[in-house]
């Protein structure tokens, strides 16, 4: 198993920044891909970022304006989010896929509230 803690979130103006961290635990070793993805009132959850060996993939809403990052000797992931719109406005949720070798899956964390408005 994998845990995911998320934190960082909040209320922040537009054209501001906030960084999101998400802290890994348990079979690290199993996990070959981390990701954001976010979900906004009555929409559905959609992938901002993901990264795994390569390059960082972006949905193109936030292209230029979050990076995706990962802190091997911390065990931690990061969205680096600026410029930010009042559509940004979601709760963003850690995921993390474990490598088929070891069973496959994803496992998520609870989410931290992202509240973009002046």
């Known amino acids: 198993q994998v845990q995911l803690v998320e934190s960082g979130g909040g209320l922040v103006q537009p054209g501001g920044s906030l960084r999101l961290s998400c802290a890994l635990s348990?079979?690290?070793?199993?996990?070959?891909?981390m990701g954001w993805y976010r979900q906004a009132p009555g929409k559905q959850r959609e992938l901002v970022a993901a990264?795994?060996?390569?390059?960082?993939d972006y949905a193109d809403s936030v292209k230029g304006r979050f990076t995706i990052s990962r802190d091997y000797a911390k065990n931690t992931v990061y969205l680096q989010m600026s410029s930010l719109k009042p559509e940004d406005t979601a709760v963003y949720y850690c995921?993390?896929?474990?490598?088929?070798?070891?069973?496959?899956?994803?496992?998520w964390g609870q989410g931290t509230q992202v509240t973009v408005s002046s």
């Open positions: 990264i795994t060996g390569g390059s960082p």
């Open positions: 348990g079979s690290i070793f199993s996990i070959y891909a």
């Open positions: 995921n993390a896929r474990r490598s088929t070798y070891y069973g496959g899956g994803d496992f």
